[in-house]
């Protein structure tokens, strides 16, 4: 079985439990007036194990594959060395180093500095656009969730705000 298969049964297990969860555990917990309401907590997580079972059946079953075309794209675990595992790694590294440095060094730091080093750690190297485009993203998406959603979002090292 190509891989691509064994991450779709993968990906359907954890569908699975999660829609057991959302189905069974979560709305077995509701207290009564809440059960009268047209939209429940587990409304959201039920539409996402059932497309999430979905898509990971199609996969299973090669639904998404055109009958005429070869398994050309499959990925080749002989020739692992040749595809950028290291660069998915680091991607990987980053992604946790800016989950433990959310609140030490506050969202706009944090996201500033992932998107950057993100940035070159893909290849891009015009370092001006680099900082200019993580910036603005950042700074985009604090003040929409921030001041649009009106969710507290600490924008600045947690020394600098006294926190």
Not at 17 to 37: H, N
Not at 41 to 59: D, E, N, Q, T, Y
Not at 118 to 141: C, D, K, Q, W
Request: aromatic share 12%; glycine share 8%; net charge positive.
């Amino acid at each position: 079985m190509a891989l691509d298969r064994w991450l779709a049964l993968v990906i359907l297990l954890i569908c699975l439990a999660y829609g057991y969860a959302a189905y069974f555990t979560m709305d077995a917990l509701l207290p009564p007036i809440m059960q009268r309401s047209p939209i429940w907590p587990s409304s959201f997580p039920k539409v996402l194990a059932i497309g999430g079972i979905l898509l990971s059946l199609s996969i299973l079953l090669g639904l998404e594959k055109s009958p005429d075309k070869k398994d050309a794209a499959d990925i080749n675990l002989s020739r692992l060395h040749e595809y950028k595992v290291g660069q998915a790694l680091l991607l990987l590294g980053l992604m946790v180093a800016y989950a433990l440095l959310l609140r030490p060094l506050g969202f706009l730091t944090s996201t500033f500095l992932f998107l950057t080093v993100g940035s070159f750690i893909l290849g891009e190297r015009r370092y001006v656009m680099m900082i200019v485009v993580a910036a603005i993203a950042a700074g985009t998406v604090w003040y929409l969730v921030d001041v649009v959603l009106g969710i507290f979002l600490s924008p600045f090292p947690s020394f600098l705000i006294g926190g």
